[in-house]
C-alpha cells in the first residue's frame, strides 16, 4: 500500500509522489511544513489553497482507486485534515455567527450555494423515490400550524385549512446531506431548515468550530427537535463507509473546503462512496490566477482584511478545468455543472458567466445511476 | 372566532405533526410554570411555557393583516406557522357594514401598486370595489398664490389611475375575510401586550426538554399565554410595543398640527345604487373623477373623491382651528370646507375667529372672492355625522427597521403627514418586501429571524421611506408658510413644474406608485 502512488498537490505543480515519503517531500518543498496530515477543512472562508498547477489532473492516474489509499497503509491514522488549518478555524470559532464578523462573506455566500444545488437538480431528476418520513413532512419551520388551522376560519375550513403545511411538493422525495468541513454549520444547518431535506449532517474536524455549531443549532429549539440535523466531529477518513445506497447521501458538499486540503484528489475518492446514484458531489472554491491572489489574498486579507489573514493559501486553490479534467476521468462521474460567483462589495454575491475562470465557483457532478 | 388554542406544551415545538401529547413531566411544568410565575404571572396561577411560532405580528390594521395574507398566501411561506396578536375585537371589523351613501371617515389613498399587491395576494377580491373610487386627476394649488399644478396624464396615454379611495375598513375587513378564508393561523385578538422579554434557557429535570429561548422575543398577552417569536413583527402603530423593546429609537418631529377628516357630499353628482360591479375598482361608470389639493398657510386641505356624490376631507390645520371646526354645526363647517377652496387664507383666518355664522360669512364673502370654478371642487352640500374628527400629524422614522428577532413595518417604522396620500402605500411597499424578505430566507434555509436574514428588508425600505419622509415634510414646510419671499418662489415652483412635462410625469407616477422606486 505503501507504494501507491499519492498525488502531491503542493505548489510547483509537482505531480505524483510515491507513498509517505513522496508526500513528505512534497511538504518541504513547500514553505509550510508540519505534519503529513492533509486537510479537511472546516467549511467556509470562501477562497483558497492551493493544488499544484493544472498538469496534475491532467496526468493523473485514471485509476483513480489506486491512489486513494493512505500514503503509510495505516488507514485509521489516515487523514487529510492538516492541523495548521484546524488551529486557524478554531481561533475563528467564536465569530462564526457574528453577521458582522469574519464570516460574513459565507453567510452572504449562503444562498448561492442552495441555489446551485437547485440548478443541478434540475438538470438531471433524481432517480429514487424513498418513502416519506412524515415527521419531517413540515416547510414549517416551528412546526405544523397545529390546531391554528382551525383558527379563525369561521367561514370555510376549506382546502388550506386542513392541510396547512403542505408548502412544498409533498411528492418529491426529500434529500439527504453530507457536508464535509462544516465548520460552524452555516450551510448544514440551512440545508436542514428546508422543508425538502430529510436530514442533514455536518462533519468537521475542528472541535471548536462544531463546538459553535452545536450551541447556535441548541438557539433554535424547533430545528434541534427535528432531528433532522446532526453534527459529527470527525474527518471523512473516521465516517463508515456506506454499504448501501439507502445510507448514501443525495448531495455531499465540500463548501470552501478543496483548497485547504493538501491532496484533492485521495481526498474526493474518500468522499465519492458516500453519494447514492444519481446524487450530486457540490463544491465551491476559487481559482488559482493571479485575480483570486489578488482579491483573496491581497484584497480581502490584508488590504480591508474582510477576510481573516492566514485563511487562504492561494498555492492550493484549483482551477475548474483541472476539477473538470479529474472528474471526467472518474468512472461513474459526470453531468458536470458550474458557476462563477464574484463578491461585490457593498452589492453582495452576483453569478457572473465565466468567472469560474479565474475567481470563486461553484461546481457540481453527478453519481451516474 | 379567535383561536386561542387549547393549553399547549412545549410539545408543541417540536416537528412532528399535530404534537398534542404531552411529553414534560408533572414537575417539569410545576418548575417552569413557577418560572414564569415569579417574572410575569399576572395572575399567579401557573402557566404555560410559551408555545413558539415562527411569526407573530403584532398588530392587526392593514399592515398586520396585510403580512399575514401574503405570507399565508404564498406556497413557500404558508407552511410557517404564525399568529397574529390584536388589542381590539377583530369581529367588530369583520362585520362592519355600511349604507352605501354612508362612509367611514378614514380612508386611505391606495396606489395603483398597493391594488396589484392586494389582487397577488388575492385579498383584493374580498374588498368590496363599490365602495372603492379611483381617480385619474389631482388638482394641486397654492392657496395664496393661486399657482396651479394640475396632475392629470398627458393626452394620448391610455387611461391611467393615480389611486383608489378606499376605506380602512373596508380593506382591512377584506383582508380579514381572506385570511379567515386561508385559515392555517393563530389569531388572538381582544389580547393586550403585557410586555415583551428576551427569552433565556429553559432547562427541565429532563435533559431532553430544556428549551433554549436565547435571543427570542417572548410576547405575554393578557391572557396570560406566552409567544416565543422566531421573528417578532411590529405592526403595532405609531407608538409600538413592539419597537420599544427592540430598543429602536423613533426619530421626528410633530408638525404642530392636526389632520380633520370627514365625510362630505357634494352638489350635482349622484350615487348610482345600480353599480354592484365588483371587477372594476371604483367601477361605477363613474366619469373622471379628480381630487383637489390647497396648499393654505396653515396646512393643506384635500377632498378626495369617494362613490357617488361622496368626498373625504383631509384637513391639516393648526389644533386650535381643528377644534374649531370639530366643534361647528354642520352647515358652518360644510360652509368652511367650501371657503377652504374658495376663500383668501386672509379671509380664512378670520373665519376661524367666529364661534358660528360661518355661513352667513362665506357666503357674503364668496361673491366677492374671484376663483376658477373648474379648477376647485364641486361645492360641498352637507357632512356625515359623526365623521369630522381630528388627528395629531407627526413625522416619525424608526433608526432602524430590523433588530435581532425583530421588523417593524407600517406606522410602527415610520410615519409621515398625510399631504401626499402615502401612509398606507408605505406600508405595504415594507410588507411587501418584508413577505420577499422571508420567502427568499425560507426557500434558502436562513432563520428568518436572523438579522441577517433581514437585512435586505431593512435595506430596501429604510431608504426609500426615509426619502418619501423627507419630500414630504419639505412640501409641508415650503407650504406651511405665507414668507413673501419663499412664497414668491414657490409659485414659480410649482407654476414651472406644471411646465414640465416630464418632471410632472415623475411626480405623477410616484404619486401613483409606478414610478421608479425611491
Redesign the interface.
Known amino acids: 500500500m505503501s507504494s501507491r502512488k499519492v498525488p502531491c498537490l503542493l505548489r510547483g505543480g509537482r505531480k505524483w509522489c510515491n507513498g509517505p515519503s513522496g508526500a513528505r517531500r512534497s511538504f518541504a518543498l513547500s514553505s509550510r511544513k508540519t505534519s503529513s496530515a492533509r486537510i479537511l477543512n472546516p467549511d467556509n472562508s470562501f477562497a483558497t489553497k492551493s493544488l499544484g498547477n493544472s498538469k496534475f489532473y491532467t496526468t493523473t492516474n485514471p485509476r483513480s482507486h489506486s491512489f486513494s489509499a493512505p500514503p503509510n497503509g495505516a488507514e485509521s491514522n489516515y487523514t487529510t485534515v492538516d492541523p495548521r488549518e484546524v488551529a486557524h478555524f478554531n481561533a475563528l470559532a467564536s465569530t462564526w455567527w457574528d453577521p458582522h464578523g469574519p464570516s460574513r462573506l459565507l453567510h452572504l455566500m449562503n444562498p448561492l450555494r442552495h441555489d446551485f444545488i437547485k440548478s443541478c437538480l434540475d438538470s438531471a431528476p433524481l432517480p429514487f423515490t424513498y418513502p416519506e418520513t412524515p415527521a419531517s413532512a413540515s416547510a414549517s419551520v416551528a412546526g405544523p400550524t397545529a390546531s391554528s388551522a382551525a383558527s379563525s376560519a369561521t367561514s370555510e375550513p376549506s382546502s388550506a385549512g386542513s392541510e396547512p403545511t403542505s408548502a412544498s411538493n409533498s411528492s418529491a422525495r426529500k434529500l439527504k446531506y453530507l457536508d464535509i468541513g462544516c465548520g460552524g454549520g452555516i450551510f448544514t444547518e440551512s440545508a436542514a431548515r428546508l422543508s425538502s431535506t430529510l436530514s442533514a449532517t455536518g462533519v468537521d474536524p475542528t472541535p471548536s468550530v462544531l463546538a459553535v455549531a452545536q450551541q447556535h443549532l441548541s438557539q433554535d429549539p424547533v430545528l434541534q427537535r427535528s432531528g433532522k440535523l446532526k453534527y459529527l466531529n470527525t474527518s471523512i477518513e473516521q465516517l463508515p463507509v456506506p454499504k448501501t445506497d439507502d445510507e448514501r447521501v443525495d448531495i455531499l458538499t465540500l463548501f470552501e473546503v478543496i483548497e485547504h486540503i493538501e491532496h484533492p484528489a485521495p481526498f474526493l475518492e474518500k468522499c465519492m462512496p458516500f453519494v447514492k446514484p444519481g446524487g450530486w458531489i457540490i463544491m465551491s472554491t476559487i481559482a488559482r490566477t493571479w485575480t483570486s491572489w489578488f482579491t483573496t489574498k491581497f484584497v480581502a486579507e490584508d488590504l480591508i482584511g474582510i477576510v481573516p489573514r492566514g485563511t487562504h493559501e492561494w498555492e492550493r486553490y484549483i482551477n475548474e478545468p483541472e476539477l473538470r479534467g479529474w472528474f471526467a476521468k472518474q468512472p461513474g462521474w459526470g453531468n458536470i455543472q458550474n458557476q462563477g460567483v464574484v463578491y461585490v462589495p457593498g452589492i453582495g454575491w452576483k453569478e457572473v458567466q465565466g468567472s469560474e475562470q479565474w475567481g470563486n465557483y461553484f461546481f457540481g457532478v453527478r453519481k451516474d445511476d | 372566532?379567535?383561536?386561542i388554542?387549547?393549553a399547549?406544551s412545549l410539545a408543541?415545538?417540536?416537528?412532528?405533526?399535530?404534537?398534542?401529547t404531552t411529553f414534560i413531566c408533572h414537575a417539569c411544568i410545576r418548575s417552569l410554570g413557577k418560572r414564569y410565575a415569579s417574572t410575569s404571572a399576572p395572575t399567579g396561577s401557573a402557566i404555560e411555557a410559551p408555545e413558539?411560532?415562527?411569526v407573530v405580528c403584532v398588530g392587526g390594521g392593514p399592515a398586520g393583516l396585510s403580512l399575514l395574507s401574503a405570507l399565508?398566501s404564498s406556497?413557500?411561506?404558508?407552511?410557517?406557522?404564525?399568529?397574529l396578536v390584536e388589542g381590539q375585537d377583530l369581529s367588530r371589523t369583520?362585520t362592519w357594514q355600511l349604507p352605501r351613501d354612508q362612509f367611514s371617515n378614514r380612508v386611505s389613498s391606495l396606489t395603483p401598486a398597493s391594488v396589484g399587491f392586494l389582487k397577488d395576494i388575492g385579498a383584493w377580491k374580498h374588498i368590496d370595489t363599490a365602495r372603492v373610487q379611483a381617480y385619474d386627476e389631482m388638482q394641486v394649488w397654492d392657496g395664496i398664490t393661486g399657482s396651479n399644478i394640475s396632475f392629470d396624464w398627458p393626452t394620448g396615454s391610455t387611461s391611467k389611475t393615480i389611486a383608489y379611495m378606499c376605506e380602512n375598513l373596508n380593506l382591512t375587513r377584506g383582508l380579514?375575510?381572506h385570511?379567515?378564508?386561508?385559515?392555517?393561523?393563530?389569531?388572538l385578538d381582544n389580547s393586550r401586550v403585557e410586555k415583551i422579554e428576551t427569552g433565556e434557557e429553559y432547562s427541565f429535570s429532563s435533559a431532553d426538554n430544556s428549551?433554549?429561548?436565547?435571543?427570542w422575543p417572548i410576547v405575554q398577552l393578557s391572557s396570560g399565554k406566552q409567544l416565543a417569536a422566531?421573528l417578532l413583527v411590529g405592526a403595532d402603530g405609531a407608538n409600538s410595543p413592539v419597537r420599544t423593546f427592540a430598543g429602536i429609537e423613533s426619530r421626528g418631529w410633530d408638525y404642530e398640527r392636526h389632520g380633520v377628516v370627514a365625510t362630505i357630499s357634494l352638489e350635482g353628482l349622484e350615487l348610482d345604487l345600480s353599480d354592484f360591479s365588483n371587477t372594476v375598482p371604483g367601477g361605477a361608470g363613474k366619469a373622471t373623477r379628480t381630487a383637489y389639493q390647497r396648499f393654505l398657510p396653515t396646512g393643506p386641505v384635500a377632498l378626495l373623491p369617494m362613490p357617488g356624490p361622496f368626498a373625504t376631507l383631509v384637513w391639516s390645520t393648526l389644533p386650535s382651528h381643528a377644534a374649531l371646526l370639530k366643534s361647528l354645526s354642520p352647515t358652518d363647517f360644510v360652509a368652511m370646507v367650501n371657503a377652504a377652496f374658495r376663500l383668501s387664507h386672509v379671509d380664512l383666518a378670520y373665519l376661524h375667529t367666529l364661534s358660528s355664522g360661518q355661513l352667513e360669512e362665506v357666503s357674503w364673502r364668496e361673491k366677492h372672492t374671484a376663483f376658477d370654478v373648474a379648477k376647485i371642487p364641486a361645492r360641498a352640500t352637507g357632512v356625515q355625522d359623526g365623521t369630522v374628527q381630528s388627528f395629531p400629524l407627526r413625522m416619525r422614522n424608526a433608526d432602524t427597521y430590523t433588530g435581532e428577532r425583530v421588523a417593524l413595518v407600517g406606522d410602527a417604522a415610520h410615519t409621515t403627514h398625510p399631504l401626499a396620500g402615502q401612509g398606507l402605500n408605505q406600508g405595504q411597499l415594507d410588507i411587501q418586501s418584508l413577505a420577499r424578505t422571508i420567502t427568499?430566507a425560507?426557500?434558502?434555509?436562513?432563520?428568518?429571524g436572523?438579522?441577517?436574514s433581514l437585512?435586505s428588508y431593512n435595506a430596501e425600505r429604510y431608504a426609500a421611506n426615509n426619502l418619501m419622509l423627507g419630500v414630504v415634510d419639505k412640501i409641508h414646510k415650503l407650504y406651511a408658510t405665507s414668507f413673501a419671499p419663499v412664497v414668491a418662489l414657490r409659485s414659480l415652483g410649482l407654476g414651472a413644474v406644471n411646465q414640465l412635462g416630464p418632471l410632472k410625469r415623475f411626480f405623477m407616477e410616484q404619486a401613483a406608485g409606478t414610478g421608479k422606486r425611491l
Request: net charge positive; charged share 30%; proline share 5%.
Open positions: 372566532m379567535r383561536t388554542r387549547p399547549s408543541s415545538v417540536s416537528l412532528r405533526p399535530r404534537p398534542r413558539i411560532y415562527d399565508r406556497k413557500v411561506t404558508s407552511g410557517l406557522k404564525v399568529a369583520r380579514l375575510a385570511l379567515d378564508e386561508l385559515g392555517g393561523f393563530t389569531l428549551l433554549n429561548l436565547t435571543g422566531r427568499y425560507v426557500e434558502h434555509g436562513q432563520d428568518i436572523a438579522q441577517l437585512e
